[in-house]
Every structure is written in C-alpha cells, then in structure tokens.
C-alpha cells in the first residue's frame, strides 16, 4: 500500500512528540500504537535525523537539526530522540480537552460499525478515559438509527419508560436530538404542550425505553402544569468538568479551579446522580434540599456496600 505525503508529513506530525514521550520505544511498538507498517516507522526516523529548523543564518548545522541515538534504533530497533529542534516541551491535555476528547470517542463509539467502534473505545481508553459499557450493542444501534430516522422525518414516537423512581409509563415525544453524557444515551423530545401552546422538552434514558414505535398520529397532550426549574449552585473541580458539560457551560483551559456556578436543573433527581458520579469532584453548595438529596444518595449507597460486605464475609 503506498502512503501519500500528506499521510507522510502528518505521521511525522505525530511521531515526534510521542517518541519524545515514550523514548526507546521499539519499531515494532510504534506501528502497532498508530496502525502502520514498521517499514514506514523506520523509513520515517531516517528522514526526522535530517530534519530540523534552519538556524539565524537560514542555513542548518547539527545544532538545527534532530538526531537520534542510532546504536539503538540500527542495533536494537529502538527509537530515541537525543536532539529536538522548536519542541522544548511535550504537548499535554487540559483535563477538559480530555474530557471532550474522551466523550465524543464513546459518541463515535455507539454509532461507527463494531471494528472502528472498537479502535474508538481503545483510543478512549489510552487517553485514561472510561469507555462506555455497551452491553446490548445491536439493541443501542438499531435504537439509535430509529430514533434518528423518527428525528429526519419530523415523526413523534412512542414507548414504555421507566423513570429514575421505577414508576412506569407509556410516553409519546417528537424526536429533538440524541446526547451522549456519561457513557449515557438520552432522547431529547418534545412530550407535551403548555397551556399556552408552548412546547415542554423532557429528556429520556434510552436504556429505559421499551416498545419503541411510530405513533398512530395522536397529538401531542396538553401538559396540565409545568414544573419550574430549580436553580443549583455547584462547586465543580477539574476532574468534575463533564457536569459543567452536560449543562451547555464550557470552561476556558484558564478557569481557576474549583469553579463555581448556578445552574437551572429540570430534574433534581438526574443531578443528584450525577453528583454522586463525580464523588469528591462536584459538590452542591445550596439550596438546602437538594444538599440534603445528594447526601442521602450516598447515605444510601454505602449502605448497600455495607450489605454486600457484610454478606460476602457470611459466605466465606
């Protein structure tokens, strides 16, 4: 297969600074990290030693150009930068870059066919992300594609739900958008209209639909009353930057950590979640109820930890 240029110049790009980062790593361990043939690793050291920068005089000595410790990369296969023009540094990502990156690799993740789907997840997982858990794989695609043709089409569906309480029922929405928060898929949906016309957006956990199917045509009910939301004010770190993603808030890769922030919460319920997800990253700094749902939360969380304990230790 030959390798254009472009694929050339951009594989040096990348070689580089992760060669800077990980020095004496061998030829094979390099193709293997970026999927290319070791002849083209060995093919583009060679062409990095005669590689640099063009010094004050415009010309190049050997103090403009890169080197590497050739004993080991013609002897043993090992590849180790000794001289670096213009890189003093290894780029590295904010935890909010990271974040971003992992997220929108668990999105490509659920929507690209099961062999990239798998490079995606393992990329994630380089970056020291969470991958997704995707445990009905074909049940999550073929929802996915329905909801997204409901969506191009304008068309409403409807199914059974079941909400964070266990209380069931059957629901018809129009299809707004898909989200993916937490290694989570969210239906975005209109449910209902307002006295007044307007339509009420609610947000529905795809693994918590069942009976998925094109509506028979009804119209949309009229909702009774609408909850106003309630305004949280959180405290969030930098490992808590997601929560601060979920709710449309894009920290500067300056924000001074911790950050604080109110926010508008429809469901107090999704928040609580979301905040023990984060244990030690987001806290809730008020109102006084939803602190108290929050510790409750956990309150009841370590209570089932000290169940398990304690059955674990009758059975052994």
């Known amino acids: ?29 390099i193709a293997e990290w970026f999927d290319v043939p070791a002849k083209q690793v060995r093919d583009s050291v060679r062409t990095i030693a005669v590689s640099g920068v063009p010094g004050e005089t415009g010309t190049y000595d050997h103090l403009n150009l890169f080197d590497i410790d050739w004993d080991g990369f013609e002897l043993r296969d090992e590849v180790t930068i000794t001289h670096s023009v213009g890189l ?6 904010t ?10 690799l668990n999105y490509l993740a659920a929507v690209l066919p099961d062999e990239q789907a798998v490079r995606a997840q393992q990329l994630a997982a380089r970056l020291g992300g969470v991958v997704a858990a995707d445990t009905e794989p074909e049940r999550d695609r073929e929802l996915l594609a329905q909801l997204r043709a409901a969506g191009a089409e304008g068309r409403a569906v409807e199914f059974d739900y079941v909400d964070a309480a266990g209380r069931p029922s059957h629901r018809v929405a129009q299809v707004r958008s898909l989200r993916l928060s937490q290694g989570v ?50 405290e969030v ?23 604080r922030c109110t926010v ?7 928040l609580v979640r979301h905040v023990a997800s984060l244990a030690g990253h987001a806290r809730v700094l008020g109102p006084d109820e939803v602190r108290d749902q929050v510790h409750a ?3 009841a969380a370590l209570a089932r930890y000290d169940a398990q304990d304690d059955e674990d230790g009758e059975n052994a």
Not at 1 to 29: K, Q
Request: glycine share 8%.
């Open 264 to 270: 508008s919460v429809a469901s107090v319920a999704a």
């Open 185 to 234: 898929w969210y239906l975005v949906g209109i449910d209902a209209v307002t006295p007044e016309g307007a339509p009420r957006s609610r947000t529905f956990r795809i693994d918590r639909m069942s009976d998925v199917g094109q509506t028979s045509g009804a119209e949309l009910p009229v909702a009774a009353h609408d909850r106003q939301p309630a305004e949280v004010t959180l």
């Open 88 to 93: 003093n540094r290894v780029q590295r990502f």
């Open 1 to 29: 297969m030959s390798v254009s240029s472009n694929d050339r110049l951009g594989f040096l790009t990348l070689l580089v600074p992760w060669v800077l980062a990980n020095p004496g790593a061998s030829v094979t361990e």
């Open 297 to 299: 939360h956990a309150v």
């Open 237 to 259: 770190d930098g490992e808590g930057a997601p929560i601060l993603v979920a709710f449309g808030i894009q920290p500067s890769a300056a924000a001074g950590w911790p950050v």
């Open 95 to 104: 935890t909010t870059e990271l974040a971003a990156l992992v997220a929108a």
